[in-house]
């Protein structure tokens, strides 16, 4: 059973996230959470900005605030988001680190936190991008088991990030944007689906 997704996307990722959030009925019980590499001076414009396209209630969350199925958190800028599991369910925490590629959200802190606690139900997915965070924490998700997605880079704004996570060899599968989100629903409805796999 998938109960968190973790999302990573820079350049051109507005659109990108438009598309995947509208294919999400208000009945999807698994979490998510967004890494949106953006400029720290933006405050809270993105989430409201995203919210247009999301059925499901989509906020900015707070320290230490747990993590509850059929939401979607989109990390604040200017802070990591990671996750910690607990003994009353796992909860977002934030750290003021150095930047990771330049970026602070960065997905590779959201993604290496949540394989850590979620392990096999999670899902990884990139988007597009212009540097290569995200890519070591496909792997890491791969590594406790979860299942990865990368956009087809010929559908992407900026390939390179997509690319990056490919060339890991950890990506399970590669869609185009457009078939993110049936996806997600596909797996969603049948757990069993959660352990497929399929060569790249």
Known sequence: MIELIVVGTSAGGLNALEVLLKGLPKSFSAAMAIVQHRDRHLGSQ????LGRYCLLPLTEPEDKELILPGRVYLAPAD???????GRGGSYFTFSHDAPVWYSRPAIDVLFKSAAYAYRQKLVGIILTGANHDGAQGIVTIKQYNGLTIAQEPTTA????????AIATGAV???LPLEAIAPFLLKIWRSPSNCNLSKDI
């Open 79 to 85: 802070y990591h988001l990671l996750v910690e599991a």
């Open 46 to 49: 993105l989430c409201q900005v």
């Open 157 to 164: 704004y900026s390939p390179i990030m997509p690319e990056a």
């Open 172 to 174: 399970d599968w590669i």
